[in-house]
């Protein structure tokens, strides 16, 4: 995929998933910026370091303010997207992640200046050196796509891991559950889903149906709970 093919999202957009998906709290937000050192990407090039401030505790959601720069380069922002169609190929009506700019989403979070994104980055970035380096000469993003999925079934499946790639798998395990949380909450995700958000109800409240009534009970049993009566 050309960087020219690479699809862009707005840091609004981003903005509102990375928050959404680490869940700012005052303590979380209270923490300083982390060190601006570096990660060593000798395949893929020298991201930027960190840079800017966390949000305080109480972000304003309606007019997100962007506090740090990206820092990603454009080799990793490739071969992000190239990760990400695998992870949510096109099918069901809906295209691949990279149509979402999910790489977008991606560099937003090893970007952002927070100890659980920090983690993040130092892993996802090994996790692409290492891609890189195994994918050969043409680099991973340009590699076919069948030869790709070879790559990743040494690392996808939990019960058939390679010796010696566990490291591979966790970082793979969380780029995964990151793309798959962005591209759903995108909007047409979000449609595919059938998520209405938060509407007004036409008419009265008809209450939950015996399906859901039935579901609810199976699970509070083993908890030794029971509905209330009425319901």
């Keep these: ?3 020219q093919a690479l699809p862009k999202t707005d840091r609004r957009t981003t903005l509102k998933w990375l928050i959404a998906g680490i869940g700012v709290t005052p303590a979380l937000a209270a923490c300083g910026a982390p060190e601006p050192g570096a990660v060593a990407s000798k395949l893929l090039g020298m991201p930027k370091p960190i840079s800017g401030l966390p949000y305080g505790g109480d972000p304003d959601l309606m007019d997100p303010k962007v506090t740090w720069d990206l820092t990603m380069t454009p080799a990793q922002k490739r071969l992000a997207s190239a990760l990400t169609d695998l992870v949510m190929p096109a099918g069901d009506g809906l295209p691949a992640g990279s149509a979402f700019g999910i790489s977008d989403f991606i560099d937003e979070w090893v970007s952002s200046p927070y100890e659980k994104t920090q983690d993040d980055r130092e892993r996802l970035f090994a996790l692409f050196e290492w891609l890189e ?9 340009a590699t076919p796509v069948a030869e790709q999925q070879a790559l990743l079934d040494r690392i996808a499946w939990k019960d058939r891991v390679e010796e010696g790639l566990a490291d591979q798998a966790a970082a793979f395990d969380t780029f995964r559950n990151l ?7 995108s909007e047409e995700g979000a449609q595919w889903l059938g998520y209405l958000g938060n509407r007004p109800a036409a008419g009265e409240y008809a209450g939950p149906t015996e399906e859901a009534l039935d579901h609810l009970q199976a699970a509070l049993e083993p908890l030794g709970l029971t509905l209330p009566e009425g319901l």
């Design 1 to 3: 995929m050309s960087m």
């Design 133 to 141: 380096g195994q994918a050969g000469e043409a680099g991973f993003a």
């Design 179 to 185: 793309s798959v949380s962005a591209y759903f909450s």
